[in-house]
């Protein structure tokens, strides 16, 4: 009996075609990018955070930091703000957050890093009255002292109006600062600010994978697989998939699905990548995978305790 089944690839944002994914802006944080998709929908998303490894030394306590910011230490004063931040060794407080980081801001070791955390407690209303003029201000001087993340958030605010006009030209020129500072956020978010598959879309694209970004990379094969250049498209999905991005794992198993472009259709090789997108919480990829696995092309009947361990936890 001859089995037949399609799966819908789908065209890269932004585009008329049906797009599974809607690209989303990411916003770095302390404690991870805030992918706000076009909808205005938040969803958190985990990520090794920069910040914390570049605010001062560790295995210092809590008593010697004092002690160094009470003496007008700069990295003292910015780590103990961190820690209060995300409650790393101590009891998560805002308000001593904000303390530690203002003296941090204008001090000057570690004072763009600092003015940048401030401004996400003034724009999330952690342990503050919410200010986005306020974020605004010291998200812009820790951009002018080269802090990228600073600028990528500065640009946020710009694409939403936080506490400014909307204005997509004064975002992309702060997302440009900070993609040119090594944040892929900016890079990703110039991205998606571009024409429709140009070559500045690509180009930032490339530039966010490049800094080992796996929306960047997956964002990349997009543009590869709308231009019908596949084989490139497998290699930016794969190198998603590598890193770790269940997006791009997904995407890597759709292409073995359809067999296009003069890539060998092959199924095992499908179901071994939406396996892995199901186990990176890609749940349209725990969908993939079981539509193959009922099928059971190869007549191989596939343990239901896999597929119970691929889904994503609740």
Sequence with gaps: MLLVFTFELYAPYPSSERYDTPVPLLVPTPSGYLLRAPSGDELRRLRIPTVPEVIGPTGVSIGELETSCNLNDSIGCAKLGYLYHTGEGVKQDYTKAKVYYTKACHMSIYSNVACNNLGELYEYGDGVKQDY??????YGKACDDGYNIGCTNLGILYIEGKGVKK????????????????????????????????????????????????PACWQLGDIYRTKQNYMKAKRYFNRACELNDGTGCRKLGELYTKGIGGLVQDYSEAKKYFMKACKLNDSVGCEQYKELEDVDIFGITISPDIIKESAPSE
């Excluded at 003029?133 to 010291?138: G, V």
Aim: net charge neutral; with cysteine; aromatic share 10%.
């Design 133 to 138: 003029t306020k974020a605004k201000e010291y």
């Design 167 to 214: 204005d997509s030209s004064e975002a992309k020129k702060y997302f440009k600062r900070g993609c040119y500072l090594s944040d892929s956020a900016g890079c990703i978010n110039l991205s998606i600010l571009s024409s429709e598959n140009s070559s500045e879309a690509e180009k930032y694209s490339r530039m966010g994978c490049e800094l080992n970004s796996g």
